[in-house]
């Protein structure tokens, strides 16, 4: 079931946490929800699960609606599942009766399957308090999923999770989810976690998507410096168009650094990779303001501009303390947005 969102606004009181947001999340796929803190995630999350009332628009499920400004059904009215950062599992109950909450009773023979599927076997009669944080999880996720909800609805599901295990987590995950076909919401802040796991995944920004694509999109074709930087770890630099130079706070650099046609604008953002910039002596240049080994043979250089900015370029060569350097992308490696 796909499950869309029309039009939808919400404030609270004087904050408009989200404005005009359109999306359809497509039947049986993982929609990541991507974004920094306060953009609005976990809102539009709640709408869904109809933990919030809709204020403005509409929400479909398979077309159909679900809940708008004059109908919204309550939680347990929806067929939605449910998976928050903490697991939120009863700890009075153990991990059978747990998973055995949202189930009918002719469903129960089912409960031993479910704790196998996440990697639990033999782990039923345990309660949560006995079981790590990734266990944890996983039955929370086996709890949400063993009623059969059209759609499941997961915010920040791995963050209590150590890195390690969260990568594993999330691959389960996803396996099971695509197994079983469910349409899926997931929310996260992290960009590696939404490529990791996401089909799509919907970049947001102030309470608004900034970009929809899959994966591949949004690396391949970001809409804005800013969303690029997200997906590849490279640092936007303004610049400013000058015939054959772009004007940088980090000295100017040839317009061949771009490949390809510029954006037909002065003010411009550029997306640069620390790893393609070479550093050149030069004692009117910037200042090394740090130093630090990557453990690869190569080390992050931190030069500072007069403004404060600072521009990394991670290179084998270790430059000497009191060093100045200027700094020269390489030909064709950066890419230049209209800026922001
Ligand atoms: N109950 C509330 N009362 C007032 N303002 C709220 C309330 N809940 C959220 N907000 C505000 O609405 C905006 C969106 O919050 P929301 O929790 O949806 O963001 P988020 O992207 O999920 O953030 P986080 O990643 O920190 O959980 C923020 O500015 C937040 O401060």
Not at 141 to 150: F, K, Q, V, Y
Not at 277 to 304: K, Q, S
Request: glycine content about 12%.
């Amino acid at each position: 079931m796909s499950l869309e969102f029309r039009h939808i606004a919400h404030a609270y009181g004087e904050v408009q946490a989200l404005r005009d947001i359109s999306l359809v999340a497509p039947a049986g796929e993982i929609t990541c929800l991507l974004g920094s803190s306060g953009c609005g995630k976990s809102t539009l999350l709640g709408l869904a699960a109809g933990l919030l009332p809709v204020q403005r628009g509409a929400i479909l499920l398979d077309g159909d609606v679900l809940a708008d400004e004059t109908n919204a059904p309550p939680p347990e009215k929806r067929p939605v599942g449910l998976v928050f950062q903490e697991g939120a599992l009863f700890p009075h109950m153990d991990m059978r009766r747990n998973i055995a909450f949202g189930l009918p009773k002719v469903r129960h023979g089912e409960i031993e399957g479910w704790l196998e599927q996440v990697g639990l076997a033999g782990l039923g009669s345990r309660y949560p308090h006995e079981l790590s944080g990734g266990q944890q999880q996983r039955a929370a996720l086996a709890r949400a999923m063993a009623p059969g909800p059209a759609v499941l609805l997961m915010d920040e599901p791995f963050a209590s999770v150590d890195i390690v295990l969260r990568r594993r987590l999330r691959r389960d995950c996803r396996m099971l989810l695509k197994e079983r076909g469910a349409t899926t919401i997931l929310v996260t802040h992290d960009p590696a976690e939404a490529l990791d796991i996401g089909d799509r995944i919907a970049v947001m920004e102030a309470g608004r998507i900034v970009q929809f694509g899959s994966p591949e999109e949004l690396h391949e074709a970001p809409r804005a410096a800013s969303i690029g930087a997200m997906f590849s770890g490279a640092q936007v630099v303004p610049a400013e168009r000058r015939g054959e130079l772009l004007a940088t706070p980090f000295g100017d650099w040839p317009a061949d650094c771009v490949p390809g046609v510029m954006p037909d604008v002065v003010r411009l953002d550029l997306l640069v990779h620390a790893r393609a910039i070479d550093l050149v002596p030069d004692p009117e240049g910037l200042p090394v303001r740090d130093v630090h080994g990557l453990g690869d043979g190569t080390v992050r250089v931190l030069l500072r501009e007069g403004g404060g900015r600072d521009l990394a370029i991670e290179t084998p060569q270790a430059p000497a303390p009191g060093e100045r350097f200027g700094v020269v992308p390489h030909t064709g490696s950066v890419r230049a947005f209209a800026a922001e």
